[in-house]
């Protein structure tokens, strides 16, 4: 019952965190003065994201994989473009169509990993509950 109410929780508190994060004035991780290593985050962050966004809605959405990828990835990829944008508040930060591609670039790997590679979630419109937690008939026979 509580896990249906809070699914949505850990997206949005990653979100927080992202949006947290770009609220630090000239924030570099450490050891990371390189270029490509601040695409490398950039990425990382939100390919993380994408499977939170592939977890949490899914294929709640639609069955079709390609209608599936479509959404998620243009969900994400809108955080990423508000989160530059608001970037360009900070002092210190600027917006970064460079960081936009990396932060898009994670998106479509994280949900695409579990669009394309993962298994197809089986809708079962019958009614009748499948899987560990299922109850059984008092006879001892399986469903």
């Keep these: 019952m509580f896990q249906n109410r809070f699914r949505l929780l850990p997206l949005i508190l990653y979100v927080v965190l992202i949006f947290s994060l770009s609220s630090i004035p000239s924030l570099t991780a450490p050891g990371l003065e390189i ?5 490398i985050a950039h990425t990382v962050e939100y390919l993380l994201l994408g499977v939170l966004l592939f977890k949490t809605i899914g294929w709640s959405v639609t069955p079709s ?3 599936a990828f479509a959404f998620l990835f243009a969900v994400g990829v809108s955080v ?15 917006m970064s169509i460079a ?11 994280g949900v695409g990993i579990f669009t394309f590679v993962g298994k197809k979630a089986v809708i079962d419109t019958s009614g009748v509950e499948n899987g560990p937690n299922a109850q059984r008939p008092s006879d001892g026979k399986t469903l």
């Design 65 to 67: 994989r390609a209608a």
């Design 99 to 109: 960081d936009w591609c990396a932060d898009a670039l994670g998106v479509g790997l």
């Design 35 to 39: 270029v490509p290593a601040d695409k």
């Design 80 to 94: 990423a473009a508000v989160d530059e944008f608001y970037q360009s508040f900070i002092p210190g930060r600027m």
